[in-house]
Antibody
């Protein structure tokens, strides 16, 4: 079955960078886009961007442009999301979610989430 | 940027039908997707492309979309349906494409 398995929880200091991984299995990795979505404590869902695992092209939400980088490794069927210059407001659960075969599509299934805490 | 508006909360008695709305400017021209999120869990897609259901989602979940309002309906509500529900669309302009989520609606089963 389709599964997205994310890396474990992290604690980071302000100003540092974080990198979360998302290993895909159960489908052809290069066929489906992968999205990244975050959720601050007690808040709603916030889309960060999307990557095409086939060519590595990306679209980032305007809010995160310049601070976020999404990459992929086709040999390990893993997608990565790196966020730099962290501040306390970046404390959130970060999710990867498979998209469709085209950019404009629904999201699912989702990874289990990775809690990142930014604190000094 | 495009805005989706959901009521913060909806309450319904077991066995009744819950209706959760998602308002947006001419949302009827977009494809709307709905997600269910239970506490401590990742979201789950329950309706896509306005009214289609992924495999494994009960027929009790249905969707509609017209004009400025999309609606997720859950018939014969059970306690296990208590969760947060989010609507989602893509906002596409000439120079940007973005996923937009509604603020979420907490469904309480009385």
């Amino acid at each position: 079955q389709v599964q997205l398995l994310q890396s474990g929880a992290e604690v980071k200091e302000p100003g540092a960078s974080m990198k979360v991984s998302c290993k895909a299995s159960g489908y052809t990795f290069t066929t489906y886009y992968v999205n990244w979505v975050r959720q601050a404590p007690g808040q709603g869902l916030e889309w960060m961007g999307i990557i095409n695992p086939s060519g590595g092209t990306t679209i980032y939400a305007q809010k995160f442009q310049g601070r976020v980088t999404m990459t992929r490794d086709t040999s390990t069927t893993t997608v990565y999301m790196e966020l730099s210059n962290l501040r306390s407001e970046d404390t959130a659960v970060y999710y990867c979610a498979r998209g469709g075969a085209t950019v404009v599509n629904h999201l699912g299934p989702w990874g289990q989430g990775t809690l990142v805490t930014v604190s000094s | 940027s495009y805005v989706l508006t959901q009521p913060p909360s909806v309450s319904v008695a077991p066995g009744q039908t819950a209706r959760i709305t998602c308002g947006g400017n001419n949302i009827g021209s977009k494809s709307v997707h709905w997600y269910q999120q239970k506490p401590g869990q990742a979201p789950v897609l329950v309706v896509f492309d306005d009214y289609d259901r992924p495999s494994g989602i009960p027929e009790r979940f249905s969707g509609s979309n017209s004009g400025n309002t999309a609606t997720l309906s859950i018939s014969r509500v059970v306690a296990g349906d208590e969760a947060d529900y989010y609507c989602q669309v893509w906002d596409i302009s000439s120079d940007q494409r973005d996923v937009v989520f509604g603020g979420g609606t907490k469904l309480t089963v009385l």
